[in-house]
């Protein structure tokens, strides 16, 4: 299984990005996919998740990032508006993903894609 973000960039302060990330592979079924960042020296953190149609967000995106699922292409979006300088980050998209029947699902990950905001 692999994943493969993209849509990330550079945008001034208040404009949008949306990022996508497809699994492509050995896919059963999905389980739950979401969206992750890390800035230059931070740790990894949550940006948003979305599992079973519930979407959940990282307090410092509501309102502004929306998580979606296209389920038949097994892909994961992340719009991003009234983006701040504070949300440059790499972006990580992860799935939970089963790949052979009654076996538990693993977590992927995809390659990261840069997201820089200018002031």
């Known amino acids: 299984v692999q994943l493969q973000a993209s849509g990330g960039g550079l945008v001034q302060a208040g404009g949008s990005l949306r990022l996508s990330c497809a699994a492509s592979g050995s896919v059963v079924s999905i389980w739950s996919m979401g969206w992750y960042r890390q800035a230059p020296g931070k740790q990894r953190d949550l940006v948003a998740t979305?599992?079973?149609?519930?979407?959940n967000y990282a307090d410092s995106v509501k309102g502004r990032f929306t998580i979606s699922v296209d389920n038949a292409k097994n892909t994961v979006y992340l719009q991003m508006n009234s983006l701040k300088p504070e949300d440059t980050a790499v972006y990580y998209c992860?799935?939970?993903?089963?790949?052979?029947?009654?076996?538990?699902?693993?977590?992927?990950w995809g390659q990261g894609t840069q997201v820089t905001v200018s002031s």
């Open positions: 979305s599992f079973s149609g519930n979407p």
């Open positions: 992860s799935m939970a993903i089963v790949t052979r029947i009654a076996s538990p699902p693993r977590d992927y």
